[in-house]
């Protein structure tokens, strides 16, 4: 029998799926601590989708093992975990509070209950007016945050978004990451994919970087940009002198601006030679590395723009 | 096992309501109108089985030399008549030409007899139902006139009682076609339905959201349930509202046949066949209709499933006059014209053990049936990036 720590909200054990002999997911280990929000990034095409199903037993692994709060049998679950996949759906023709008690009612909350409290988050989010329309009746926007909150109504203990942010406006992504940090602080494990890496680094204390259904990286916001060096930003005055030893010998100055890693010295050693060596210090910043460019180094340039390029479609699609 | 089941209402629940309190609803309740052209286009099929219904035999209890004669004069009317116009000729042996209670052998013979000549070919007399002997007694007068070869007409004593075993059995043959051909019409305008039941869920992107909340096979069962719940109310108001239409025309209910287990049971026995031919074609064409992709899909579809409904029930009316043959025991057997065989066995023969085992094997392949669509549709439609949707029917079949 598996152990699984009651910390953990969902484990991934070295799970692989091919769909007609294509590896779509190629050995994915996965460790999700509860309470926290966890970050999936990558581009399009990487396997995020892939992983979720798997986690959350809509398709089932070709080898490996997945956990979903303690279980290998994820349905078993289903009653503890709200899911908002990737491609939006709903009943046409249910008013706006039923779906989200349906949606309820699908995860084990009672109709009536669902009913009420579906009523009662519409109204909390400025949505009272639509509680009784057709969902068809019900803007895209409208729809959409009908959907989020049918994801959450039967108060679950683990939510799985697969690219929430996609297709809303800046207002509503705004909305949701305030969504998410409330769920967050009353406790409750929230799981994100996005090919969008700010709401990752707004959001998540914790990451995986998915690439070619592999995860090259999964750990901390702050590990990954740790890996990185700090960037120094430095206009000097003179261009030569003693101090220029302590500049990296092939940072070639543009103008009189220096650009290069803080060397492994560290700050001090630094900022004595450049004083001592007289270069005329005019303004001098130390910059720690972004998550942008913690990705880049991790999954390669290629990935890094793929990932730029989905994110310009999402963005030409929602203003369409 | 309980998870499956309540997944299901909830999903059944959803679908019945959406179904019942739809517009398109009541153009479903003006369906019949269509059964009734089909039944009375199927009137051909019906004539086929009445002729197997409809062999009439004649017991012969005439001494040997009359026997002999009336059995040459037969031989010599069917060159000229044909078979159909001639009834066929069984010798009754040992039995007394003059036996005052000859009506006895009419349920002895080894093969149910429509009637009994006895006396003898000058002074004939036909035993049977009234009606039998009314059909048989011209026919009768010729063969013996063409027996005893001479030109004078011969008068045949007309015998009737009150029933015979042939008349019971042709009666309740009646109630099992009858009982058949409103159960394969009911299936048929009902169970395809089904097959376009999963591309709501597809088309509007639920089945996601559905399939990673609860068990699929609680989907495919609270679907299946949905629509059956939906045909049972559309049956009760057809049945009523035909109820109250004879009760108009006429001054009550028409006196029918009764089947061998019953008039009470024969009624729950139907529809706990129609019950199990719904789910056992219903199940295999959610499976069929949840690998399509699009409306168009299904519609393509339609058609073959169609037509593969048609043989099953062709196979069950066939069978009908076919008791206990192999053609019998294979309809009974093929899960799929199996209701429609034991409803057939229902009004013809009053064992009720075999009714247990029939719907037991039906339920069985009913869920086998489920397990078996929910493993493909697993396999083949759940994937990533739509990958699945963007291939043929066919492809994701094989895939």
């Known amino acids: 029998m598996t152990f699984i720590p009651s910390e953990i909200a969902v484990e991934a054990r070295n799970i692989v799926k091919r769909f007609d002999g294509d590896v779509a997911v190629d050995g994915i280990d996965l460790s999700i601590p509860r309470g926290s929000i966890f970050g999936i990034l990558g581009p399009n095409g990487a396997g995020k989708t892939t992983t979720l199903r798997m986690l959350l037993g809509i398709i089932d692994p070709d080898e490996g093992e997945r956990f979903l709060l303690g279980s290998p049998d994820p349905i078993s679950r289903a009653h503890k975990v709200g899911y908002l996949p990737e491609e939006r759906g709903l009943y046409q023709s249910m008013k706006a509070f039923d779906a989200i008690a349906f949606m309820g009612a699908l995860r084990g909350l009672p109709l009536a209950l669902g009913r009420e409290r579906g009523r009662q988050m519409m109204e909390n989010h400025g949505l009272g007016d639509a509680a009784d329309k057709q969902i068809r009746q019900l803007s895209k926007g409208m729809a959409q945050t009908v959907q989020l909150l049918g994801t959450i109504v039967h108060e679950p203990d683990l939510i799985i978004l697969d690219e929430p942010f996609s297709g809303l406006d800046a207002l509503n992504q705004g909305k949701l990451e305030r969504l998410i940090r409330a769920q967050a602080d009353k406790g409750v494990t929230v799981i994100f994919s996005t090919h969008v890496i700010a709401h990752a680094e707004r959001l998540c204390e914790e990451i995986a970087i998915v690439a070619h259904g592999k995860i090259p990286f999964m750990g901390k916001v702050s590990t990954a940009r740790d890996r990185l060096r700090p960037q120094v930003h430095l206009e000097t005055r003179n261009l030569d002198g003693p101090w220029r030893s302590a500049i990296p010998a092939d940072c070639q100055p543009l103008g009189h601006n220096w650009h290069f890693a803080l060397p492994e010295s560290g700050v001090e050693p630094l900022l004595r030679a450049l004083i001592e060596g007289d270069a005329g210090i005019q303004s001098l910043s130390i910059e720690r590395p972004g998550l942008h460019d913690a990705f880049v180094s991790i999954a390669g340039e290629a990935v890094a723009k793929k990932m730029e390029e989905d994110a310009a479609q999402d963005q030409a699609a929602e203003a369409a | ?399």
């Open chain 2, 1 to 399: 096992m309980r998870e499956t089941i309540r997944a299901s209402f909830v999903i059944a629940r959803r679908d019945f309501t959406a179904i019942i309190f739809s517009k398109s609803f009541f153009i479903f309740l003006a369906g019949p109108l269509f059964p009734l052209i089909i039944a009375i286009a199927a009137g051909g099929l019906g004539k086929q089985v009445n002729q197997d219904i409809d062999r009439p035999i004649i017991g012969v209890a005439l001494n040997a030399n009359e026997t002999a004669a009336i059995v040459a004069a037969r031989e010599k009317l069917v060159a000229n008549l044909g078979k159909n116009g001639v009834p066929e000729l069984l010798q009754l042996n040992g039995v007394d030409p003059d036996d005052p209670d000859i009506a006895s052998q009419l349920d002895k013979a080894v093969r149910p007899l429509t009637a009994i000549l006895s006396g003898s070919l000058e002074n004939p007399r036909l035993t049977g139902s009234e009606q039998d002997v009314r059909r048989w007694q011209g026919r009768m007068a010729l063969l013996s006139e063409t027996a005893l070869s001479r030109p004078e007409p011969v008068e045949v004593e007309a015998q009737v009682v009150a029933s015979t075993g042939s008349a019971t059995k042709r009666n309740r043959l009646a109630t099992a076609q009858g009982g058949q051909i409103i159960l394969i019409l009911l299936t048929m305008i009902l169970a395809g339905m089904v097959l376009s039941n999963l591309v709501e869920e597809k088309t509007n992107k639920i089945i996601e959201i559905l399939a990673a909340a609860i068990p699929m096979d609680a989907i495919f069962l609270g679907k299946l349930f949905a629509m059956l719940g939906m045909a049972i109310v559309g049956i009760t108001v057809w049945a009523t509202l035909g109820f109250v239409g004879l009760s108009l025309v006429s001054s009550g209910m028409p006196n029918l046949p009764p089947p061998a287990v019953g008039w009470p049971l024969f009624c729950v026995l139907m529809i706990l066949y129609f019950s199990m031919a719904y789910l056992l074609l219903g199940s295999l064409f959610l499976g069929i209709g949840a690998m399509a992709a699009t409306v168009r899909e299904v519609q393509t579809l339609s058609m073959p499933v169609t037509m593969g409904q048609l043989l099953v029930f062709f196979l069950a009316a066939y069978s009908v006059t076919k008791l206990g043959e192999p053609v019998e025991w294979a309809a009974v057997l093929i899960p799929f014209s199996s209701p429609f065989a034991m409803i057939a066995r229902a009004a013809q023969m009053d064992n009720l053990w075999q009714h247990g085992v029939a719907l037991i094997w039906q339920a069985m392949f009913t869920l086998i049936i489920i397990r078996f669509s929910v493993m493909l549709f697993r396999r083949n439609v759940m994937k990533s990036g739509n990958s699945g949707a963007k291939k043929g029917f066919l492809a994701r079949l094989r895939s």
